[in-house]
């Protein structure tokens, strides 16, 4: 499987997803805000945690706009994989890729702490090493967390089975504790909580690994 990790200024966590990556047996290029290609033979595109642009206008919004977005749409439209994790989860909803936002964090604080989430769905190639109902502890780091949608399309994302993570206990004020989503094709998955840190015992957990694991698997035999 080979990933491309998209890296911006201010981007925290790319190297990180990197390593994530490569410890499930992928190989990773990075790739740069100002590139408007993504390398030849790309399966996946992980858009990585952080503050792109320096969270100036909104989380995500001028990445959003960045060339290197339009080849991660062009990619997700012909569908193609894409992880978008924390500020890449904001990214993904500020290009359309995923319905919603993510607003201020309900307390208006930013939150940073392990949280316990419940895998909502084992029916996608991100949560298929999980089983349903699973409560596993994964960090978040965030202050514009808190998942908002209209009620139609929160409807719309639990009717068609597209949740793939919720907070145990809700920590931001996210709308039906929603803490990660997928896209109607199932290969985009956005999602606020850091599996990538907890990926390795030295992060003290390792329920993240599962998730860079199944999609390994699936690609490879894809
Ligand atoms: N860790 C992150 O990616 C943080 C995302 C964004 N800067 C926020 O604080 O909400």
Redesign the pocket.
């Known amino acids: 499987m080979h990933a491309a990790v998209v890296v911006f200024p201010g981007s925290n ?1 790319d190297r990180d997803l990197a390593v994530a990556f490569e410890a499930a047996g992928a190989k990773v290029s990075m790739v740069w805000h100002k590139d408007s290609e993504l390398p030849e033979g790309v399966d996946i595109v992980g858009v990585p ?3 792109s642009y320096g ?1 100036y206008l909104r ?1 995500g919004a001028i990445a959003a706009n960045s060339p290197i977005c339009r080849s991660v749409a062009a990619h997700a439209n012909r569908g193609g994989y894409v992880l978008g994790i ?2 890449g989860f ?1 990214v993904l909803t500020e290009t359309g890729l995923l319905p919603g936002a993510l607003l201020r964090n309900a307390g208006l604080k ?1 939150i940073c702490k392990t949280v316990g989430l419940t895998v909502e769905t084992t029916a996608s190639d991100y949560t298929s090493g999980y089983t349903a109902g699973e409560v596993i502890d994964i960090p978040i ?5 808190n998942y908002f949608a209209d009620a139609d399309t929160i409807a719309q994302l639990r009717g068609e089975d597209r949740v793939a993570f919720s907070y145990a206990e809700n920590p931001n004020g996210a709308q039906d504790d929603i803490a990660g989503i997928l896209s109607e094709n199932r290969r985009v998955l956005g999602m606020m909580p850091h599996p990538e840190r907890a990926a390795d015992p030295v992060h003290g957990g390792t329920a993240g690994a599962a998730l860079f694991r199944a999609l390994t698997g699936a690609l490879e035999t894809a």
């Open positions: 966590c945690g952080g503050f969270d989380c924390c500020n904001q930013y780091a965030h202050h514009d967390g």
